[in-house]
């Protein structure tokens, strides 16, 4: 698989699939590993693009290089190497750093942006006070090491081995891993004056049972992006991608046939139709 360098890191990212490019950025748990049920299902029609971002699993950096200021230009050149003018972004959680900054800074390259289980970098008193939560929380290494933070308290009883199966990815991750107080830094800040032009379709989904973050945060995130739609997950919690995959999918795939330019779309018999 394809590993490119980049600004004083090493960047590994997997291919699957043909047809339209579809970007998939992990959160702070995660890696290219995490999306195993979105590339299983994606590839089957589109390109499918998974990336380790800066300092995890198979992209090395120094520790104070694995920066989200960084993301927009890693991801860009990812695309760069893969001859690609645009793609679609589905982001979880930390990927928002990624995605969202490039539909902001360059979004020509973008045909369209999902994002799930995010504050993401977009500014408010109450969207950074929701941030500075997760992040004491996630840096505390409680989040998905069983504690159950994050995740519906049904899940945990009824798919214990899901919950091992996130606890074992997100552990190839390298340590001392992630600094989430990154997140907050003024670099990587959006103002809203920076949305000022934003035309990207956008929306941003999280699940019912997210106390990793909080429920019904994303509603709130969505209002401080022009023309964000929003979308619940009743039974998933702060990773509905990993916890309740075929719904994720679900609503991914009915985005992405309202949003991707009209030859490039896939009418999945499954596909949502509210987003």
Request: aromatic share 12%.
């Amino acid at each position: 698989m394809p590993q490119i360098n980049v600004q004083d890191a090493k960047l590994y990212y997997e291919v699957h699939g043909d047809g339209y490019p579809l970007v998939f950025i992990h959160g702070g748990g995660g890696n290219t590993m995490a999306w195993f049920n979105q590339v299983a299902f994606f590839a089957q029609h589109y390109k499918v693009i998974t990336v380790d971002l800066r300092g995890f699993k198979y992209s090395p950096c120094l520790p104070e290089l694995a920066h989200p200021r960084y993301y927009h230009d890693d991801i860009l050149a990812v695309l760069d190497a893969e001859g690609l003018e645009h793609a679609a972004f589905i982001c979880q959680s930390l990927g928002a750093w990624a995605g969202l900054a490039i539909a902001v800074r360059s979004p020509e390259r973008v045909s369209c942006l999902y994002i799930n289980g995010s504050p993401t970098p977009a500014y408010s008193e109450e969207n950074w006070r929701v941030l500075k939560k997760g992040s004491d929380v996630f840096m505390g290494g409680s989040f998905g090491r069983g504690s159950g933070i994050g995740w519906n308290r049904e899940t945990l009883k009824s798919k214990p081995e899901l919950v091992l199966l996130y606890s074992q990815i997100k552990a190839l991750n390298p340590l001392p891993g992630f600094d989430s107080a990154t997140m907050m830094d003024d670099t990587v800040k959006l103002h809203p004056e920076d949305f000022t032009h934003y035309r990207v379709p956008t929306i941003i989904t999280g699940g019912a049972h997210d106390d990793f973050l909080v429920p019904g945060s994303h509603e709130h995130t969505a209002t401080l992006i022009p023309g964000c739609a929003t979308y619940t997950y009743a039974d998933a919690g702060h990773s509905a991608y990993f916890e309740t995959p075929q719904a994720f999918n679900r609503v991914v795939a009915g985005f992405l046939n309202k949003h991707l330019p009209s030859k490039k779309r896939v009418q999945y018999a499954t596909a949502a139709s509210n987003t």
